[in-house]
């Protein structure tokens, strides 16, 4: 088995920050440019050592956890499911799954493929209205049953790898949205259909693990950023991260990107909430949103005016009332 412990201790934002320094210092002309650099790599190389001791100061009183990871496609989702022990320091077992739409392709060493079909007693016509032609309620029909059957085989194999684990806490992790200014119709009805089968996985797992279950809702240059350092990273980079850092090489056969891109970015998904989990300090101090900060700050201030504008209209209508008795 793989030990997570291990994972955390070979963090991958510490090594790529480690080795983008290492190989720019060739290129830093002043003494004070190399000097900042050394420190910068002293301070990770602490880091990294301090997460070896990570196993002493872990939660005891959570001593179970299920990690999922899903990389939700309408054409081929990728699921990573890591069940860790906190009080050992071990993963218990490790899968990848991935679900594809009629095809499953060749066998990938340590990647269980599953497919999904149409349903042959509901079509698309079926659910039409009776002499209607309306191109854009036919579009969005078909989209439906296709959703409907995504979730229903996606949550059938998650529960079938649940079943019978005991764990205290489910932490699921999935990557969110980002909708370009400019979308075309078609774009436009991927992404509704997406929305629709996140929010109905969101339902049924909150539904069902109310009291456990924790949402790690991730954005893709987030996401790309705390697996492999850079935010504009590209399929390759993260297949090279997951088999150099990860030894991902050990787990499935990483030969094809097109084969295994999916599970990857459902396995990075979970390094990205154990990072969140593990190390909150550190990812608030290298990773927070800016422009999140930013915004919150702007939020309360608009509150602060609100409130005040608000307490303003209590004391004149009080006001009004003395003067009015």
Request: hydrophobic fraction near 35%; include cysteine; charge should be positive.
């Amino acid at each position: 088995m793989v030990l997570l412990i291990k994972v955390l201790e070979k963090n991958v934002l510490v090594q790529q920050k480690f080795n983008k320094y290492h190989y720019t210092m060739s290129s830093l002309k002043s003494p004070f440019q190399q000097s900042k650099s050394l420190q910068k790599i002293n301070e990770l190389l602490s880091f990294q050592q301090q997460s070896i001791q990570l196993h002493q100061s872990l939660n005891k009183s959570i001593n179970k956890l299920m990690f999922i990871g899903l990389d939700i496609s309408l054409n081929s989702t990728g699921i990573n499911m890591i069940y860790f022990d906190n009080y050992s320091g071990t993963t218990e077992y490790m899968i990848f799954d991935v679900l594809k739409f009629k095809r499953t392709g060749n066998h990938v060493r340590g990647i269980t493929k599953h497919k999904y079909l149409l349903p042959h007693n509901v079509t698309t016509d079926t659910m039409t209205i009776d002499n209607i032609s309306d191109d854009y309620m036919y579009i969005q029909n078909k989209y439906s049953i296709r959703v409907i059957m995504i979730y229903k085989k996606l949550i059938d194999i998650i529960d079938q790898n649940l079943f019978d684990v005991n764990f205290d806490k489910l932490i699921l992790s999935i990557e969110g949205f980002i909708t370009p200014s400019i979308i075309s119709n078609a774009q436009f009805t991927h992404t509704t259909s997406m929305m629709m089968l996140q929010g109905m996985i969101r339902n049924y797992y909150i539904q069902k693990y109310k009291h456990q279950i924790k949402l790690n809702i991730v954005s893709p240059s987030s996401l790309k950023k705390t697996f492999t350092g850079n935010g504009q990273a590209t399929k390759v980079d993260m297949n090279y991260t997951f088999k150099t850092v990860y030894d991902g090489h050990q787990l499935i056969d990483c030969n094809s990107i097109h084969q295994t891109n999916d599970v990857i970015d459902a396995f990075a998904l979970n390094v990205n909430a154990m990072m969140k989990y593990y190390h909150k300090d550190f990812y608030n101090d290298n990773f927070k949103s800016k422009k999140l900060s930013k915004k919150k700050k702007t939020v309360n201030k608009k509150k602060r005016k609100k409130i005040k504008s608000l307490s303003d209209e209590k004391i004149d209508f009080e006001q009004f009332l003395i003067n009015v008795s």
